[in-house]
């Protein structure tokens, strides 16, 4: 079972959204939260597998919850869920520590498959998002050129290999990887490998 939290400012949202997903097979909403202190607070009681957060919520917002959450309850998997596509609030849910960014429309059945795939780890974007945190990536200035392993590297990590799996596929030491990996990131401005995986993406390495 994936265990869930759900959070957000709104009551009839946040039970709508808890017992949507209730329903769903393989999930179990452990808890709700109104808010970004209430969230951190049930997240380190409950250890939920996914948080669902809200971006805009009086008091701490879910940007700022994600940073605290990152720090005390580092195994929860954050994914925003809001009505909000704007670029800022993207690359800040990202920056904090999100694993995805998703908008309220979309249906139960898909929301369902985004939290058991960000439980394994997946990021999960709604396009919009994407396209947002894309063009955001692309004003971050002049960069040094990839090298040719480098480039090499990058395509495997947008195609979701571990270090490991990147290491056998390339005949290299993982150590090395994680060295290709931080000079990447590095060179392009980026903080992890979700938004590594996204500027492949955009950028038509993948």
Do not use: W
Not at 97 to 112: F, M, R
Not at 157 to 168: K, L, P, Y
């Amino acid at each position: 079972m994936t265990r869930v939290l759900v959070v957000d400012d709104q009551r009839l949202i946040r039970e709508g959204i808890a017992s949507l997903l209730g329903l769903q097979p393989g999930i179990e909403v452990v808890g709700t939260a109104a808010d970004g202190h209430e969230a951190v607070e049930q997240a380190v009681l409950l250890t939920p597998d996914v948080v669902l957060m809200d971006v805009r919520m009086p008091g701490m917002d879910g940007v700022e919850a994600v940073a605290v959450l990152r720090r005390r309850a580092p195994s929860c998997r954050v994914v925003m869920l809001t009505t909000f596509d704007d670029e800022d609030y993207v690359v800040r849910s990202l920056r904090a520590g999100a694993t995805g960014y998703l908008l309220k429309d979309l249906p139960s059945q898909e929301l369902a498959a985004a939290v058991r795939l960000a439980a394994a780890g997946v990021a999960q974007f709604d396009p919009a998002a994407a396209a947002r945190l894309a063009a955001a990536l692309e004003r971050t200035g002049d960069r040094e050129p990839l090298t040719v392993r480098e480039a090499e590297v990058l395509r495997l990590v947008a195609s979701g290999a571990t270090n490991r799996e990147i290491a056998d596929r390339l005949h290299l030491s993982e150590g090395t990887v994680k060295n290709h990996i931080s000079r990447i990131l590095g060179r392009l401005g980026l903080r992890d490998r979700t938004q590594a995986a996204l500027y492949a993406q955009s950028n038509g390495l993948v």
